[in-house]
């Protein structure tokens, strides 16, 4: 079981992505925030493409049909990283992540239609416990107990799980074997080309971008560092562990990725309020520790 302990770093790292983004959003980019975050974004990307070409050159070197699949799905990923900013403008951390466990859903549903892949009659019922879940983060309760659909953010994040899923079976479609180096070059070049359209294309983008960078520039630059930093250290994680466990069982631990959002944002809340917060009252610890719950059992049953 030492692979584990292992895996479960990389969800834990990319918890800390979603309460940097979050802090982002709010602090730094109140206006305009999405776009001109995309454009902050894609700087740290195109920084990335030489240096993620100098670690494999051989990322150029695939089939012209597949550098443009893998493209078209680099711009499929950038629509997920769009929408999900978008609700995390809106919503908590520990909310919005919840939305990601329908990812596998869509990928199953997808890989039926597309791969003619068989869907066991498990499968299916472990897809009805996961959208279980998400339905109870699904409405937002009030003090005096009154339900609400958080509309928005179900919208959001259900077209965000559905893109990244089509994103995944597409790129098993065309065969490439998952090399963790061409698909982080081709992400980063795909959001590097969104963000150069977006700063010369919207002017409200541009201005505010420009006026960012000259009074914010420091600490928007070193959080977005370090952001990527963590993000392609979980990626890396996750790699590696493929060659030490089954992939159903290291898939599994992604699972833990919305309770590390939830354990970070309750620590932020209680002993560094200014970096985060998150809603302690005891209806929505329930509701939130609930839907992990369930969700996270019907994870565990669809991947086995």
């Known amino acids: 079981m030492s692979w584990f302990f292992i895996a479960v770093i990389a969800p834990l790292l990319w918890a800390m992505t979603n309460h940097i983004d979050k802090h ?21 990307g195109l ?18 049909k597949d550098i443009l699949t893998l493209l078209f799905n680099s711009f499929l990923g950038v629509a997920v990283l769009w929408l999900y900013f978008e609700a995390l403008k809106e919503e908590e951390a520990s909310i919005v992540v919840v939305f990601y466990q329908l ?10 239609v597309i ?4 869907l066991t ?5 472990a897809m009805g416990i996961i959208i279980l879940g998400t339905l109870i983060v699904s409405v937002e ?18 077209i965000a799980a559905v893109i990244s899923a089509l994103e995944s079976v597409i790129f098993k479609f065309v065969a490439i074997e998952g090399d963790l180096w061409v698909s982080l070059f081709w992400a980063y070049v795909g959001i590097g080309m969104l963000g150069v359209c977006l700063f010369l294309l919207i002017g409200t983008y541009r201005r505010d971008f420009m006026r960012t960078l000259r009074t914010k520039s420091v600490p928007i630059l070193s959080l977005n560092g370090l ?32 309770l590390f959002v939830f354990a970070i944002g309750v620590f932020l809340t209680l002993f560094l309020p200014k970096l985060g917060a998150e809603s302690l009252s005891i209806r929505n610890v329930a509701q939130k520790v609930a839907a992990m719950i369930i969700v996270g059992i019907g994870t565990y049953l669809l991947l086995m």
């Open 24 to 44: 982002l959003l709010e602090k730094y980019f109140e206006d305009n925030g999405v776009g001109t975050l995309m454009i902050f974004s894609s700087a740290i």
């Open 47 to 64: 920084v990335m493409v030489p240096i993620l070409f100098f670690i494999n050159p051989d990322v150029l070197n695939i089939p012209p």
């Open 103 to 112: 990812i596998p859903v869509f990928a199953y549903l997808f890989g039926y």
């Open 115 to 118: 791969l003619d892949e068989v």
């Open 121 to 125: 009659q498990m499968q299916l019922i």
């Open 141 to 158: 309760i009030d003090k005096e107990n009154n339900f609400k659909l958080r509309k928005k953010t179900v919208y959001l994040m259900t």
């Open 227 to 258: 952001n990527e930093a963590l993000y392609i250290a979980g990626n890396t994680i996750y790699a590696y562990t493929y060659m030490l466990a089954p992939v159903a069982l290291v898939l599994l631990t992604s699972a833990y990725q919305p």
